[in-house]
């Protein structure tokens, strides 16, 4: 027989070697037999309560699971003792009462013949941490992993519970799970996201001697709607807005699978991290999420449970970028309209170039921010500026925010990046902005009635504005257009720059998409290369130098972190001047139009047809036009499969700056001569 416990007064902290008795092998192998054997079936404890567990403290506790009808089931935690009939449906719970926090304790149940305990449970504060692959990606694959390991050991108070990950397609009542003691041999599987949310909170003087328990239950590449019950999708949402996740999981796949084991077991709140795969869907989105928030908290029986969740990061818009930026738009939408939830925004926590970034210690840091604040009542900043107003005064924008704390911050040395403005024709462009007091101010030559505002609406934007505590202004628009029109984000404007001899067009990112001379175009159509003609290449594609000034009258200049250019155009030529910032090399390449023929020309005359390799001076030839490059460069063959047509490279070494000089003119008459044999000859031969 079991010996009798000591009496533990909850909320009493005492030491567990007095409070954990001794107890044998043989009978250790038979409680546990209990819960693992479908012999033993008839008296089960739903797989969420382990040894280690930890209950939240200063809520009523449910304790649940099956039995044969009829019997009776007492459970024992320190001064309380409760009981319940197991039902006709085979089910029991029991309700405990409010704890405050503390530990270890034991918990011993009994039904019939039947007992089973529970050692070294804590009571203090529960979180329910889901979502997809940035929630899942676990501390041994975040920046520093070897180090944040290792400083496990210093949390024994934080208990992890990690969820099987498997879809269902019915609810699950019990998982192979059990809670584990934080430690450098069990935090490297477990969320980064969420051990450093646990972390931090343990960290605050307020909480470091309350017991954390984290719960686990994320999935990578899951939609939203795979985390919602089938109840809640067939009766609240149509189901074209509904779709597989990516490894085919159908929705309410990972709620039967993950979650509906964990119903009702007492928690403070939710942490949530997902959008990416829905993110090319944000109308839907923008229904779904809420839908998410209020039916888990209508199963936990709590309408006001605390809701936390990170906004999606900076992503580069050749990326899935683009849709980012969408999907951010609908988060903020939802943490300014559904109560108690609370947003982490991420928009500066990495380079924009990986959907599942390795700092993790940022968002979890402004995620335990928001539960200090919000949950737990401290005064203290827990939000980066957010858009309140803006005001017209004549052709300059005046914009308000609130949690601004001190005052705001422009966190770059130079101009305050990532704001631009639009009137009535919709067209945006990108200005920099000034700060005064806890305003912001914006201006544009080319906007002298501004309409419409909107800041780091981009894939991977500047965004430099800041509060004094340190926290990001969120990404917002004052605009309504549709979500559909995705080029809307390009800024500034395609420009054109029209000559009697030449017509050039540079769209937003400083891409050269069309040069003709006297309507000929000599460049490779967008449309049919799939990249633009003129660019600097980059591992990710075509680098796109989206801070762009207009110096002066047919001068531009555009650079981003890595490069820049400076476009002078003039009646019959073009300077173009090319920077490379690095400590590599980096080349600038042109995609001529089929039908351009390539000459190397010596005084003006053709010296050499056809000519390949390197040259300070080259003539192109296209109809009757030419057009003359002077600039150490070189022709060769396609850096890519799908482009037909030869390349002209201009190689840059580390810090190096060199100059492309494009000259424009009709072809001569002996140079046409000249073309027409060598076309007529390559002609003959094929």
């Avoid at 993110?279 to 998410?292: A, T």
């Avoid at 580069?316 to 939408?333: C, K, M, P, S, V």
């Avoid at 559909?484 to 054109?496: G, M």
Wanted: negative net charge; glycine residues 8%; contains cysteine.
């Amino acid at each position: 027989m079991m010996k009798n416990f000591p009496e533990i007064s909850c909320g009493q902290k005492i030491h567990q070697k007095e409070a954990l008795l001794p107890i044998s092998i043989v009978l250790l192998f038979f409680i546990f037999s209990l819960r693992s054997f479908p012999a033993m079936a008839e008296f089960t404890i739903n797989t969420t309560f382990s040894d280690n567990m930890v209950l939240q403290r200063e809520k009523p506790v449910s304790v649940w699971g099956t039995g044969d009808p009829g019997v009776k089931v007492a459970l024992k935690l320190g001064t309380q003792t409760k009981t319940a009939m197991v039902k006709k449906d085979g089910h029991w719970n029991i309700n405990l009462d409010p704890m405050p926090s503390g530990g270890p304790y034991r918990i011993m149940v009994e039904a019939g013949s039947r007992v089973v305990t529970f050692e070294n449970v804590m009571v203090g504060e529960v979180w329910l941490c889901s979502g997809q692959s940035n929630m899942q990606l676990t501390t041994r694959d975040v920046s520093d992993s070897e180090e944040e390991i290792q400083k496990a050991a210093d949390y024994p108070d934080i208990r992890l519970y990690l969820v099987p990950k498997f879809g269902a397609n019915q609810p699950l009542q019990n998982v192979n799970a059990s809670w584990k003691i934080c430690s450098p041999a069990t935090v490297g599987n477990f969320s980064a996201l969420a051990y450093f949310f646990g972390r931090e909170l343990k960290n605050n003087p307020s909480l470091k001697n309350i017991p954390m328990g984290l719960i686990d239950s994320s999935f990578g590449g899951t939609t939203v709607e795979a985390w919602m019950s089938t109840e809640t999708l067939t009766t609240r949402f149509p189901r074209e807005d509904l779709r597989d996740s990516f490894f085919g999981f159908k929705p309410s796949s990972m709620y039967n699978g993950m979650i509906a084991s964990l119903v009702p077991y007492q928690i403070r709140g939710f942490l949530w991290y997902q959008g990416e795969s829905n993110c090319e869907r944000p109308e839907q989105y923008g229904r779904l999420f809420p839908g998410l928030i209020e039916s888990w908290r209508e199963a936990w029986k709590q309408p006001e449970m605390p809701f936390l969740f990170v906004q999606l990061p900076n992503y580069a818009e050749n990326f899935d970028g683009l849709h980012y930026t969408w999907l951010r738009g609908i988060q903020h939408q939802v943490a300014q309209k559904v109560p108690g939830t609370g947003m982490a925004v991420t928009i500066d926590t990495d380079d924009g170039y990986d959907s599942h970034p390795k700092n993790k210690r940022d968002p979890a840091l402004r995620l335990a921010l928001i539960a200090r604040s919000k949950v737990y009542g401290e005064d203290i900043p827990w939000s980066g500026p957010v858009y309140k107003s803006h005001e017209m005064v004549g052709s300059i924008v005046k914009i308000s925010f609130d949690y601004v704390d001190k005052g705001l911050v422009n966190k770059n040395c130079g101009p305050l990046r990532g704001f631009a403005m639009a009137g009535e024709d919709g067209q945006f462009w990108n200005t920099d902005a000034s700060i005064e007091g806890n305003q912001v101010l914006l201006s544009h030559p080319r906007v002298p009635y501004p309409r419409y505002v909107r800041y780091a609406w981009e894939g991977n934007p500047h965004a430099d504005l800041y509060n004094t505590a340190g926290l990001p202004a969120a990404p917002f628009r004052t605009d309504s257009f549709p979500l559909d029109d995705l080029e809307i984000y390009l800024v500034p404007a395609s420009r054109t720059v029209t000559t009697s001899l030449y017509d050039v067009l540079i769209d937003g990112n400083s891409w050269v998409l069309s040069l003709k001379v006297k309507g000929e175009e000599f460049l490779e159509p967008m449309h049919s290369s799939g990249m633009p003609a003129c660019f600097f290449p980059s591992i990710w594609g075509p680098a796109r130098l989206l801070n762009i000034q207009e110096l002066g009258p047919r001068v531009l200049y555009a650079e981003m972190e890595t490069a820049s250019i400076l476009f002078e155009f003039h009646e019959d030529r073009m300077i173009w001047t090319l920077q490379n910032k690095t400590d590599s090399d980096l080349s600038y390449n042109i995609i001529f139009s089929k039908g351009v023929t390539f000459v190397k020309t010596k005084d003006d005359q053709i010296h050499e047809l056809p000519f390949q390799g390197n040259d300070e001076s080259t003539t192109w030839f296209h109809g009757q036009s030419a057009l003359r490059i002077e600039g150490n460069g070189s022709l060769r063959f396609p850096f890519s499969k799908d482009i037909a047509n030869q390349t002209w490279e201009m190689l840059l070494k580390p810090k190096d700056k060199k100059q492309i000089k494009l000259s424009a003119r009709s072809m001569t008459d002996i140079e046409w001569k000249q073309i027409e044999n060598y076309r007529k000859e390559q002609h003959s031969k094929q």
